[in-house]
Nanobody
């Protein structure tokens, strides 16, 4: 079965950096678009970034453009999110999602999430 396991979250100061990773198993990772979404306390789910099956980043929400970078390593079945210049409003539970073969947001599987907290 599909498994997505996130890691790398934690506490960071404003202006700091974190790198999230998602290890995927149970499907042919290289064939599917993938994405990262987040949910802040009291708010709905927000897509943060998406990447196509060929490794081309396909989406960044405006609030993270220029600060976050999504990437994938097909050899290691790993999806990553490099987060720089972190802001308190980036605080959220970050989930990795498996998309369809063509679109990251057509998601049928999600990881449990990793908490990111940005605070002085």
């Amino acid at each position: 079965q599909v498994q997505l396991v996130e890691s790398g979250g934690g506490l960071a100061q404003p202006g700091g950096a974190l790198r999230l990773a998602c290890t995927a198993s149970g499907f042919t990772f290289r064939s599917y678009a993938m994405g990262w979404a987040r949910q802040a306390p009291g708010k709905g789910l927000e897509w943060v970034a998406g990447i196509s099956s060929d490794g081309s980043p396909s989406f960044y929400v405006d609030s993270v453009k220029g600060r976050f970078t999504i990437s994938r390593d097909t050899a290691k079945n790993t999806l990553s999110l490099e987060m720089n210049s972190l802001k308190p409003e980036d605080t959220a539970l970050y989930h990795c999602a498996k998309g369809s073969k063509w679109y990251y947001a057509e998601s049928d599987s999600w990881g449990q999430g990793t908490q990111v907290t940005v605070s002085p």
